[in-house]
């Protein structure tokens, strides 16, 4: 879970093309879930613009490799960018794993090396039950050697119902072997979209981090993303696939107008 602005907050996700066969829900339980969701959105800060969406997805012996960028500029700052690619195979149905390496520019410095990391989502109800749910894991390789390791851990959840889908992640990290203390950190992320067609998908997410798990930041010192996502997928032929998704996040609250762009492009085969 690199993070080339704030080591900590997470930031390499599972692609969010895929989706378990989904079974439909009551609506009320759709509505409880979406308020859940919508409650984290209220705040500021700064964080990784490549960060993407993790599923509770995989298909035995699929294979794809992951790109991602991403553009983060506060009002009257210069930007920073972050890019990744990665190479993953689904081990079976129910675990899929992923390496990747990581670089950062931020504002006007060169572009440079910023970790690797390893990552793996574990299926734990394959579409089994009214909610999938997954647990993600993730061990990384910060190249600024004063952040140490970083190891990440969390549920996934997911619920399908009619032509919509929503999601729900809370992510907990923290830095090992680090020269600085640091508690252990809650991230969460959702998501909400529509099916318009085969080859594209409308919806809003959102990310953020608010602090130590257990005793969370005051309210200006967390972090909230939200903002319109576009998704899609494009078959190129019987066993090559595009998946792609690109969002426009806005730092809800923020006295520096951040605007974030982040786009995501998976080739399965």
């Known amino acids: 879970m ?48 490549d960060q993407s969406l993790l599923t509770t997805y995989s298909q035995y012996g699929a294979r794809q490799v992951d790109i991602e960028y991403g553009t983060q500029k506060p009002s009257g700052q210069l930007p920073s960018s972050a890019a990744a690619i990665g190479v993953g195979l689904s081990m079976n149905d129910d675990w899929y794993s992923e390496l990747y390496l990581a670089y950062a520019r931020d504002g006007g410095s060169a572009t440079e090396f910023d970790s690797a990391a390893l990552q793996n989502i574990f299926v734990l109800t394959n579409g089994n039950s009214p909610i999938d749910v997954g647990l993600y894991t993730e061990i990384e ?7 140490g390791y970083q190891v990440a851990i969390g549920p996934l959840f997911e619920a399908g119902f ?28 959702w998501q909400i979209k529509r099916r318009i067609n085969a080859a594209l998908e409308l919806g809003v997410q959102g990310f953020g981090t608010v602090g130590p798990w257990n005793h969370w930041a005051p309210h200006d010192e967390q972090e909230h993303r939200l903002g319109p996502v576009l998704l899609g997928k494009l078959d190129l032929d019987n066993k090559r696939v595009i998946h792609y998704n690109a969002a426009l996040l806005f730092d809800v609250q923020d006295g520096q107008r951040t605007t974030t762009f982040r786009m995501q492009a998976i080739v399965g085969f």
Do not use: C
């Open 141 to 147: 390789y910060e190249n600024d050697r004063s952040q």
């Open 2 to 49: 690199r993070d080339a602005w704030q080591h900590g907050v997470s930031s390499r996700f599972n692609p969010v093309q895929y989706r378990p066969k989904m079974v439909r829900i009551p609506a009320r339980s759709v509505l409880v879930s979406l308020a859940a969701m919508l409650a984290f959105a209220s705040s500021d800060a700064q964080a990784d613009p």
């Open 162 to 189: 009619g032509l919509y889908t929503a999601n729900l992640n809370f992510l907990f990290h923290r830095d090992y072997r680090a020269d600085d203390y640091n508690p252990m950190q809650l991230d969460y992320q």
